[in-house]
């Protein structure tokens, strides 16, 4: 072999000694969060929430490397629908259509029962219907919904079924509750950790009743989502650690059906 060979055959190798010596290494993965008090939110500047926080032993324990950032809902799903590497995102229903661009890691978090929010002019018309079924077939009712968001495939497919009129807004919950207050909308579904967290900050909202129906679809599951280039070796990493962090389960953070 020439002396010429030789050379070009050792580069792969000196660019590998390289490499390792000055400690390069996968540059780490970018994961998004959306605002949703109480499970992911900035205050005064700072990132909080029981979730999050969640999310953050879960990358540590698996040793993958990584890099928050706070991104709206809507260019989350653009940055997975037009196919960004090396990308995830946290705290998501398992969906169909979201299967398509993602892959899911196990469930993170179990979600309480929706439960239904009422402004005060809609209680007793509301609370007449024994059953959430009776009430989405109650045309003299408006349902407000909150567009751009899933509440679970069960409780997705009984609002587009439901007979009630239909209050689509692109706003966050927050404000969609603050509609329901001064009665832009009879009824509206809530996240329970949603409403427990704003109803201790907003006085406003206290005039709202809060009814639970007894065929209200369970609770959904949230996991992890990440773009279909990160390695299952990562993914497996992820799953070992949500195992050994305690599954669904968050003894930390509770919020008990009223």
Request: proline share 7%; glycine share 6%; hydrophobic share 40%.
């Amino acid at each position: 072999m020439t002396i010429r060979a030789l050379f070009f055959r050792s580069l792969p190798f000196a660019a590998t000694a390289m490499l390792s010596a000055s400690g390069w290494c996968a540059p780490p993965l970018t994961v998004a969060w959306r605002d949703k008090p109480p499970y992911h939110y900035t205050e005064q500047g700072e990132a909080k929430g029981f979730l999050l926080e969640r999310v953050k032993n879960i990358f540590s324990v698996a040793g993958v490397p990584v890099q928050f950032v706070n991104e709206p809902q809507k260019r989350i799903w653009a940055n997975f629908t037009h196919g960004a590497t090396n990308y995830c995102s946290i705290s998501w229903y398992r969906l169909p259509e979201r299967e398509a661009v993602a892959q899911y890691t196990s469930p993170i978090h179990e979600d309480l029962p929706h439960t239904v929010l009422i402004s005060q002019a809609a209680v007793q018309r509301v609370k007449a219907h024994p059953t959430l079924s009776s009430l989405l077939d109650d045309p003299s009712l408006t349902l407000g919904v909150v567009e751009g968001v899933s509440y679970g495939p069960a409780l997705d497919q009984m609002i587009k079924d439901s007979k009630n009129q239909i209050m689509s807004r692109t706003v966050e919950t927050t404000l969609m509750m603050r509609m329901l207050t001064v009665g832009r909308a009879s009824f509206m579904f809530v996240d329970r950790e949603d409403w427990e967290y704003f109803r201790a900050r907003e006085k406003t909202l206290h005039v709202a009743v809060r009814h639970d129906f007894p065929d209200m679809p369970p609770g959904m599951k949230r996991h992890i989502l990440c773009s279909k280039d990160v390695p299952a070796e990562t993914m497996a990493k992820l799953n070992q650690a949500i195992a050994a962090t305690g599954g669904t389960n968050n003894p930390g953070h509770s919020v008990k059906p009223k």
